[in-house]
Every structure is written in structure tokens, then in C-alpha cells.
């Protein structure tokens, strides 16, 4: 492997593999078959297993693999270029020695000819398959001159070159539905990444060092609905494996703290706060939404809630529920607010009141609907005081409204 002199050069190596990690073998095969295609995309929300699955299955296929983790600081379509080459420089450490411009430092040089300079080093000097593993892309979903960078590479470059790529969002790259209807484009989707009952024993077994009964497996696969990282969280109630608890409870400030830095803080800060502040009712409308919030947005919100991939289940009729990850924290839609926002933040639920004491805002919301809501204010209106009351009293008018 090349010495890389680059900063964060850990980008572009493959994450190390995991001793309890389990050899998926309906998925390895269908993406060592995949290699003939385009392009092919893991699509599922934070704690499926992409990144593992791909390091797993397609480093270990013979063919070269270079490997790009993408970040919110790959903001420039010049230095995406540029980062393309040093992922790929780490298993063909020559690549580009017959495009002198490919190296050469040009910061007024337009990104569609790097990308086209790209493209022509790879016709050179890839003549067996190389793949190109591009991972998170959703953090780049913001950017669209990087998304249009990487269409173009992804179009233009040469058969020898394959792109496997992980988001928690289905991608919007424009060169992917001409490229599915010439069938050169696979997709893996969250339920297909799903661990089944047999695969769920196994990641038990490896992980309690022990053998795994039906039963335990199939409590653990049922509280999970097969998402590996809460199959983990769960066999860490104890060491010994042993059972007989709420798992929920046990596990709901683990889960709360994953689900905190890796989902909610990555969102954009418009879709952030109304994900805070919808998580917290355990179902809702968007009519009740639009009233509670004083918005008329929340249809369009929801709508890219779910097209991220984020814990949201659409019921019969125009209602959701907030299924965060199977029920894994919707339990505790109080705590889940208190652990996400803390006491501070929470005071961002009533911004004309700032000093408004936050359980009480936290219980309203918690509400299942504009009854319930209407009841926990009757109730905690008598008990409460100043700027408390006063706030209670402005979200009483927007749920009467």
C-alpha cells in the first residue's frame, strides 16, 4: 500500500474487520454477482450494516478496491476529484502517471475537467476491474455540485470500473435511472440488510461466546426486527446473554445516545428541529403537526423525513407513527426529547417563553392527539404558574385552532 501524506487519509482505507461480525452469505453473493453492473447501491437508514457489508463482501472479491469515506467537509467538486485519485492511489499507487494534469495543481480549473481527467486515467490504467466503493453518500446529499461530480464519474468512466455506494438515503444522482432502465444499476435496500432469526443466533453465539437458544434469538429478532445495531445493544444487557428484562429500558439511553449523534445531528438544521419536535408524539397528523407548530410545512417535511430513511412509519389513511426503529425508543417519547434536546434546548418548544418549565411542554406534546392534548393541558394549566402557564395557555390555542 501507498504512504499516504494526505490529511485524514483514513478515509480511504477500509474500516478493519469486526471478530463478531457475521458472513452474510445471500448478500455477499448478490453483490460479488452485482460486479457486472454499473453500479450498485446500499440503501437503508443509520445501523444496518452497510459499511460492514461492503468491507466484508466486496473487499475480499478479486478485483483492486479502493475505498472513499465521504463527510460533510467534501463540500468542493475540485477536491472531491482530487480525493477520487488519492482513494484510488492507496491500491494503484502510480495512478495517473499518463494524465500529468490529473496531479497538477490548477485551482481555477473547472471540475468537469477533472472529473474528465479522472474518467481518462481510469481508461489507461484500469484495465481489469477496479471497484470503487463510495461510502455515506448521504452526507453530501446538500451539496449538488459534488452529486453532479460524482453522476458524471459514475457515467462517464469506463466498463473495468465498478461503484458501490452506501447512503442512508435513496441517492439522487441524475446518471442512475438511465443507468437502472440499461439494467447497469442494483439496489439493496434496509429490508433486504435486515438480519434474519438464523443470522440474528449467530451474532449472539459470537458475541456471548455460547450457544443461543431459539427463543432468545427470536426475542431479540422481534424486539430488533433484524437492525444489527440494535441486535448488539441488546446482547450487551449482559455479558453472561442473559435475558428475563425490559429491553427497552435497558437500553434506551445507549439507543437514545446512537440514534442522537448519528441520525438526528447529521440532519440538516430546518429538519432537525421538526424532527425533534415531532419525535416526541408517539403518532400524529399532519393537519394536528400544521396546529401544534404553527407551520404549513410539515407535509413536505414528513415527506423528507421518510426519504431519508428516518424512523417514520406511514399508517392507512393521512396519519404516521413514530416507529423510532421498531419501537426501540418510541416507549419514551419524553425521554427520548429530554436525552436529544437536553433541559436547555428544550426551551426551544415554547420560543416565546424561554423560561417555561420544559415537562410540561414535554407531556403535551407526548400527547397522541388533540384530546389527549387538550386534557394534559386542563390538568396541567391548574398546577402551573407565570411564564409556564403562559406558554401552556399559547399551545392551548394552537391545539383548540
Known amino acids: 500500500m501507498q504512504t ?40 437503508a437508514p443509520a445501523g444496518y450494516g452497510k459499511t460492514t457489508l461492503l468491507s466484508e ?58 472529473i474528465g481527467l479522472l474518467v481518462t486515467a481510469f481508461v489507461n490504467e484500469v484495465p481489469q476491474k477496479l471497484v470503487f466503493i463510495i461510502d455515506d453518500l448521504h452526507n453530501i446529499e446538500d451539496y449538488s455540485e459534488v452529486n453532479e461530480a460524482l453522476s458524471l464519474l459514475v457515467e462517464r468512466s469506463p466498463d473495468s470500473v465498478h461503484f458501490a455506494i452506501s447512503s442512508r438515503m ?3 444522482l441524475a446518471c442512475l435511472p ?14 433486504e440488510m435486515s438480519f434474519s432469526i438464523e ?15 431459539n427463543d432468545e434469538s ?7 426486527k433484524g437492525w444489527i445495531t440494535g441486535i448488539v445493544l441488546a446482547a450487551r444487557v449482559r455479558e453472561d446473554g442473559g435475558l428475563g428484562v425490559d429491553l427497552p429500558v435497558i437500553h434506551r439511553e445507549h439507543l437514545f445516545e446512537y440514534l442522537a449523534t448519528e441520525v438526528v445531528d447529521r440532519l440538516p438544521q430546518q429538519l432537525r428541529t421538526f424532527a425533534l419536535r415531532s419525535s416526541v408524539l408517539e403518532s400524529f397528523t399532519v393537519d394536528f403537526l400544521d396546529k401544534l407548530l404553527e407551520t404549513n410545512r410539515s407535509d413536505e417535511l414528513v415527506r423528507q423525513v421518510l426519504e431519508r430513511g428516518l424512523p417514520l412509519e406511514e399508517r392507512p389513511g393521512p396519519s ?7 419501537e426501540l425508543a418510541g416507549r419514551y417519547p419524553g425521554q427520548r426529547l429530554w436525552f ?14 424561554p423560561e417555561a418549565r420544559p415537562t410540561h411542554v414535554t407531556l403535551i406534546l407526548s400527547s397522541r392527539g388533540p384530546a389527549a392534548a387538550r386534557a394534559l393541558l386542563e390538568k396541567y394549566l391548574a398546577e402551573t404558574e407565570g411564564t409556564a402557564r403562559e406558554a401552556l395557555l399559547q399551545l392551548q390555542q394552537r391545539v383548540d385552532r
Open 218 to 224: 427470536r426475542t431479540i429478532h422481534e424486539w430488533s
Open 320 to 326: 404516521y407513527t413514530v416507529d423510532t426503529l421498531s
Open 178 to 191: 438511465r443507468l437502472y432502465a440499461l439494467d447497469e444499476v442494483a439496489y439493496v435496500t434496509g429490508e
Open 4 to 43: 499516504l501524506d494526505i490529511p485524514f487519509a483514513t478515509r480511504f482505507l477500509a474500516p478493519k474487520r469486526r471478530p463478531s461480525a457475521v458472513r452474510r452469505a445471500r448478500l455477499h453473493q448478490s453483490l460479488l454477482a452485482n460486479l457486472d453492473r454499473k453500479v450498485q447501491v446500499l440503501w
Open 199 to 213: 443470522e440474528t443466533r449467530e451474532v449472539l453465539s459470537r458475541l456471548w461466546s455460547r450457544n443461543v437458544s
Open 340 to 353: 436529544l434536546m437536553g433541559t436547555d434546548t428544550l426551551a426551544e418548544l415554547a420560543p416565546d417563553y
Open 170 to 172: 435513496r441517492p439522487s
Open 57 to 114: 463482501s466486496l473487499a475480499d472479491a478479486p478485483n483492486l478496491t479502493c475505498w472513499y469515506l465521504l463527510t460533510q467537509d467534501d463540500k468542493d467538486p475540485r477536491e472531491f476529484a482530487r480525493s477520487c485519485v488519492n482513494a484510488v492511489r492507496v491500491c494503484l499507487p502510480d495512478f495517473g502517471h499518463t494524465v500529468p494534469q490529473l496531479g497538477a495543481y490548477a485551482p481555477d480549473r473547472d471540475w468537469r475537467t477533472n
